[in-house]
Structure formats: structure tokens, C-alpha cells
């Protein structure tokens, strides 16, 4: 069975940084479009990022030049570098990529920025 995992996600104080991973088992994502998703308390999931298995990266503009996405192609992994994270912020994130035709989610790591 295909599954993607999500960690990384805390407690953070406003202006601080984490970084979230995501890794699969039952397939590989080093040759998938992989992306970030998230849901704050009562709204709906949004997109955050996006890393093409070349590298083209994108971003939401909330996000830009504060969080940064990446791969590692030898651990097979992707991450979301967070910094000068603000409350707004505040959400479970969400790895996704598309898998012959299946949309993927993971199960979603918390994350709180708060003083």
C-alpha cells in the first residue's frame, strides 16, 4: 500500500522555523511532482508549494521567501524549510503528490506558531 508521511511539525514561537519531511512507502518520489498543502481551524486546505522532480519549485504568495521546498533524491525525500513563520501560519500540512491517476495524501502534521 502507497502511503505518504509527514513530520516535523511543533510548537514554534512567532518568528521561528521548523522544517517538515515527507516520506513514502510502496513507491518512489523522486520522479513525481510533490506538493505542500494546507488547513487552518475552519478553512479549506490550500496549496503552499510545489517541486517538479527537476527542481522547478513554486510557491503560494503568502509563503513566498519565507518557506522554501526541496528534494533529496538519495533519501527519497521532500521538505518544506519554514522560517519567520507568523500565526497565520498556524495549520496541518499536508504532502501530496498524484500516483497513476490516485491523488496521495498523507496524514497531516500539525503545526503551531504561538507565543
Known amino acids: 500500500q502507497v502511503q505518504l508521511v509527514e513530520s516535523g511539525g511543533g510548537l514554534v514561537q512567532p518568528g521561528g522555523s521548523l522544517r517538515l519531511s515527507c516520506a513514502t512507502s510502496?513507491?518512489?518520489?523522486?520522479?513525481?511532482?510533490m506538493s505542500w498543502y494546507r488547513q487552518a481551524p475552519g478553512k479549506e486546505r490550500e496549496w503552499v508549494a510545489t517541486?517538479?522532480?527537476?527542481?522547478?519549485?513554486a510557491y503560494a504568495e503568502p509563503v513566498k521567501g519565507r518557506f522554501t521546498i526541496s528534494r533529496d533524491s538519495v533519501d527519497d525525500m521532500v521538505y518544506l524549510q519554514m522560517s519567520s513563520l507568523k500565526s497565520e501560519d498556524t495549520a496541518v500540512y499536508y504532502c501530496?503528490?498524484?500516483?497513476?491517476?490516485?491523488?496521495?495524501w498523507g496524514q497531516g502534521t500539525q503545526v503551531t506558531v504561538s507565543s
Open positions: 510502496g513507491t518512489t518520489l523522486s520522479n513525481k511532482l
Open positions: 517541486i517538479s522532480p527537476f527542481g522547478t519549485t
Open positions: 501530496h503528490t498524484i500516483q497513476s491517476s490516485s491523488i496521495l
